[in-house]
């Protein structure tokens, strides 16, 4: 750090007034003392930000999306993906347009006549992708076939099932499982319920519980005008 003391002995020079040099003495000694504060704050700054890169990264609040296109742009692209509860792929589409992944798969029941109608849709819809082995249709009820799959086997999933609590519990305890460790949950209708039918969802409660009791955190939250929002989550 820089030292005054020998600039003292230029204003000790007889040709100096003692009043001229007491007040130069003063003037290098406040400038010597604001570069050694600046550099003790440098230092000190450098060391913070040492110590601030060995921490592990901060928790970051949720962010919030207009809809849920916009979603599939933030889930991992190009990877395998889950769409559970297809109905009749009105989402697909925009799925495999937005997200781009390299496999999608289908899980619904479709076992009533209105949805056999949909998975009908789907595969006159989708028939080229479909034999290409890009999209695959997996029927039968989403807590007993995405079991079936191997743990850590998906990028991503969307479940969009009957949104009580009980089933979407389920859903995604075995997500866990299932998704990658730098994998994604996400899902439809974060919403107290369905305010036309009157009929009550446990999405929230689910999703609120389960992130507190297998450590992971909200990333996004969508934010569409009609209140049937998505979610996306993340692990801790």
Not at 33 to 41: C, F, Q, V, W
Not at 141 to 168: C, K, M, Q
Request: net charge neutral; proline share 4%.
């Amino acid at each position: 750090m820089p030292d005054a003391s020998h600039q003292w002995q230029e204003f000790k020079h007889p040709s100096f007034p003692k009043r001229v040099a007491c007040a130069a003495w003063a003037a290098a000694t406040s400038k010597v003392s604001a570069a050694n504060e600046h550099a003790r704050l440098t230092i000190s700054l450098q060391e913070r930000y040492a110590a601030d890169a060995a921490k592990p990264a901060p928790h970051r609040n949720a962010g919030l999306l207009p809809d849920r296109g916009e979603l599939l742009y933030r889930l991992p692209h190009g990877g395998v993906g889950a769409e559970i509860g297809a109905a009749f792929g009105d989402f697909t589409g925009e799925i495999l347009k937005k997200n781009v992944p390299r496999e999608l798969y289908l899980i619904d029941a479709w076992d009533t006549p209105r949805y056999q109608d949909g998975l009908a849709q789907i595969k006159s819809k989708f028939r080229d992708i479909l034999e290409n082995g890009r999209l695959h249709i997996v029927q039968g009820y989403s807590t007993v076939r995405l079991a079936e799959f191997p743990n850590g086997f998906f990028d991503w999933v969307y479940i969009d099932t009957n949104h009580s609590f009980e089933t979407t519990w389920e859903e995604l305890v075995i997500s866990h499982l299932k998704v990658k460790q730098a994998g994604r949950i996400a899902g439809h209708d974060f919403c107290t319920g369905n305010v036309v039918d009157a009929i009550a969802y446990g999405v929230v409660e689910a999703c609120t519980k389960f992130c507190k009791d297998f450590h992971w955190q909200f990333e996004y939250l969508t934010m569409e005008s009609h209140g049937h929002f998505s979610f996306s989550l993340k692990r801790l």
